[in-house]
């Protein structure tokens, strides 16, 4: 079989879905031994795939584009590149594919984000992203959800038959686990200029993250608990504005740390550097976070909507969405009681210890070989 996987949509600085796309395309080539990949990247993303060209890899590069050109090459030219190619299935692995496909295609959606909460995204991506999805939901052979709580809302929301619908979790690699290498970890903590002690936030400063809810909750614990600044990691995105001028309202500007968009290969020592990871997020086709978290060993709080207590299970705390005394009582808890600090820690590796980028890649094959009736 010759699949062909979209790595089009890749970004120059990954995280959430941008990961994914890396990581699969990483872990099919180490397992797809009866199969050829063709990968599509544009250019200056090619460094980030880290993988190489051989009897059943090929890469074919492609001129760096804009985000609007490049969904009308995808919908103009990319389907006779894939018909040129002779491709008998193609991955689309972000929301949006060729309608006019020429093979056998597979879409993945990793949330419903655009249809439950239009209002966390930017005007154009509501008009425009909605529309795409609904139209590949239909064209589509497959379409692969990253959590079972995407499937559901995918199932309810764009009336897809619960058979063409597949749950494939995502994953964590072997680099998030606990960090005993002293040196390694101080010269994080020198890079992003980190407290001694500290709590953590990893991902996109935008309004779906829902950070004024932990501003308002770590306020409440350090005036009865000081001494844990807030470190928020993480590139500043849509409306992030609202964000900063909270931290001035709530006179928090000494004790809230932004240290900016952390690569990959930094972010297995920050968190281990934390005392606690908190993840408030209104909604979550995943959380990539809260795993890497947990699989450093890191003791989680985040919320009891969308996926999240999918992921976490009885490894994490789970709290309402806008529930900032609850949030408060939590990090405190866990910031003062050695034993729950303990449990959750152990509890949060053999959580995550289930969720691997090998078995991503084995199920995603699994799809990828039903659609092509083998």
């Known amino acids: 079989?010759?699949?062909?996987?979209?790595?089009?949509?890749?970004?120059?600085?990954?995280?959430?879905?941008?990961?994914?796309?890396?990581?699969?395309?990483?872990?099919?080539?180490?397992?797809?031994?009866?199969?050829?990949?063709v990968i599509f990247v544009q250019r200056s993303r090619l460094p980030l795939l880290a993988v190489s060209e051989n009897s059943r890899v090929r890469l074919v590069v492609v001129a760096d584009k804009p985000v609007a050109l490049r969904l009308l090459w995808e919908q103009t030219c990319f389907p006779i590149l894939v018909k040129r190619l002779g491709l008998d299935l193609l991955h689309s692995p972000h929301y949006t594919m060729p309608l006019a496909h020429p093979c056998r295609c597979v879409v993945t959606f990793h949330d419903m984000s655009f249809f439950l909460f239009p209002g966390l995204h930017t005007l154009p991506k509501r008009i425009l992203f909605p529309l795409i999805i609904r139209a590949s939901a239909r064209r589509s052979d497959a379409i692969i959800a990253d959590s079972e709580s995407t499937r559901q809302d995918a199932i309810r929301l764009l009336g897809s038959p619960p058979s063409k619908?597949?749950?494939?979790?995502?994953?964590?690699?072997?680099?998030?686990?606990?960090?005993?290498?002293?040196?390694?970890?101080?010269?994080?903590?020198?890079?992003?200029?980190?407290?001694?002690?500290?709590?953590?936030?990893?991902?996109?400063?935008?309004?779906?993250?829902?950070?004024?809810?932990?501003?308002?909750?770590?306020?409440?614990?350090?005036?009865?608990?000081?001494?844990?600044?807030?470190?928020?990691?993480?590139?500043?995105?849509?409306?992030?504005?609202?964000v900063m001028r909270l931290v001035k309202q709530l006179a928090l500007s000494e004790q809230v740390y932004f240290t900016g968009y952390v690569p990959e290969v930094d972010l297995p020592a920050l968190y281990n550097l934390a005392d606690l990871v908190v993840y408030p997020s209104v909604y979550e086709g995943f959380g990539l976070?809260?795993?890497?978290?947990?699989?450093?060993?890191?003791?989680?709080?985040?919320?009891?909507?969308?996926?999240?207590?999918?992921?976490?299970?009885?490894?994490?705390?789970?709290?309402?969405?806008?529930?900032?005394?609850?949030?408060?009582?939590?990090?405190?808890?866990?910031?003062?009681?050695?034993?729950?600090?303990?449990?959750?820690?152990?509890?949060?590796?053999?959580?995550?210890?289930?969720?691997?980028?090998?078995?991503?890649?084995?199920?995603?094959?699994?799809?990828?070989?039903?659609?092509?009736?083998?």
């Not at 949509?9 to 031994?33: E, F, H, K, T």
Request: net charge negative; hydrophobic share 45%.
């Open 1 to 37: 079989m010759r699949i062909g996987i979209d790595a089009m949509a890749l970004p120059d600085r990954p995280v959430g879905a941008g990961n994914y796309i890396i990581q699969l395309i990483r872990s099919l080539a180490g397992i797809a031994v009866q199969e050829e990949l």
């Open 165 to 242: 619908i597949t749950t494939v979790h995502l994953g964590v690699t072997a680099d998030y686990k606990p960090i005993s290498d002293q040196a390694r970890l101080e010269s994080v903590r020198q890079e992003y200029h980190l407290p001694e002690r500290f709590i953590l936030y990893v991902g996109t400063v935008e309004p779906r993250k829902n950070l004024p809810s932990l501003l308002n909750a770590y306020q409440s614990l350090s005036e009865r608990l000081p001494g844990w600044p807030l470190v928020i990691a993480g590139r500043l995105g849509w409306m992030y504005d609202a």
């Open 289 to 374: 976070p809260v795993l890497e978290a947990m699989a450093c060993g890191v003791p989680v709080i985040t919320t009891n909507v969308s996926s999240m207590p999918e992921i976490v299970a009885d490894a994490g705390v789970l709290i309402s969405p806008g529930d900032d005394p609850a949030l408060a009582e939590a990090m405190k808890t866990l910031l003062t009681d050695p034993e729950k600090h303990r449990w959750f820690s152990e509890k949060g590796i053999q959580r995550a210890a289930a969720f691997t980028w090998e078995k991503t890649a084995q199920e995603t094959l699994k799809v990828y070989q039903r659609v092509q009736g083998v």
